[in-house]
């Protein structure tokens, strides 16, 4: 079954530093990966995404992220953190086997800003 | 547009009854999923409907059920309801399956 992880449990890094969170995954066909953020209270969010192409994408709000096809994974990252980062982020995966939609999510990472 | 819209946000059951969760797709979102998230599991696949047909389904007991109407809307059912089916329930859609999917607030549902 295809698999998703997340190293880092728990980050916390001050205002301004860099960021990178690691996502690897199990699955050998052809996907589609996400990354998602769930600020405190509110709903999922899609940060950004990876169909096919420039294995470089950028997001929202500053993010981006790399897809190393070699590793399975699909970090993610940002040069410059803000205190309004502080939300709990997750890798997602989507193989592509024209049977639809069916995430399979990574743990989470929460990630912690200080002022 | 409006977003996906999950009612009720908050539901309180006991154990054995049964309950339904609805949820509205963003317009023309044909593709409808269901997880469930607890703070032991995290995030787990429930199911998904494209076009009224069930297209897949998580490793989840037949108790968990669900169905999508000719509109799109989705409803998803527990019966026999356990405490461990406390959880955040949340819905997603999408315009069509391997496209990004968009999540609802989701509803809160607690088994006591």
């Known amino acids: 079954a295809q698999s998703v992880s997340q190293h880092n449990h728990h980050v916390i890094l001050s205002e301004a530093a860099s960021l990178e969170l690691g996502c690897n995954y199990s699955?050998?066909?052809?996907?589609?990966l996400f990354w998602y953020v769930q600020y405190p209270g509110q709903h999922l969010q899609l940060l950004l995404k990876y169909f096919s192409g420039d294995p470089l994408v950028k997001g929202i709000k500053g993010f981006e992220a790399e897809f190393i096809k070699s590793k399975f994974s699909f970090n993610l990252r940002k040069p410059s953190v803000q205190w309004s980062d502080t939300a709990e982020y997750f890798c997602?995966?989507?193989?592509?086997?024209?049977?639809?939609?069916?995430?399979?999510f990574g743990t989470g990472t929460q990630l912690k800003v200080e002022l | 547009k409006a977003g996906v819209t999950q009612t009720p946000r908050y539901l309180i059951k006991t154990r054995g009854q049964q309950v339904t969760l609805s949820c509205s797709p963003i317009s023309g979102h044909r593709s409808v999923s269901w997880y469930q998230q607890t703070p032991g599991q995290g995030l787990q696949f429930l199911f998904e409907y494209f076009s009224e047909t069930q297209r897949n389904k998580g490793n989840f007991p037949g108790r968990f059920s669900g169905r999508q109407f000719s509109n799109s809307r989705s409803e998803m059912n527990v019966s026999t309801l356990e405490l461990g089916d406390s959880a955040l329930y949340l819905c997603?859609?999408?315009?069509?399956?391997?496209?990004?999917?968009?999540f609802g607030q989701g509803t809160r549902l607690t088994v006591v």
């Open positions: 699955y050998g066909g052809t996907v589609n």
């Open positions: 997603a859609s999408s315009e069509d399956p391997n496209t990004e999917a968009f």
């Open positions: 997602a995966v989507n193989e592509v086997t024209g049977g639809g939609n069916k995430l399979t």
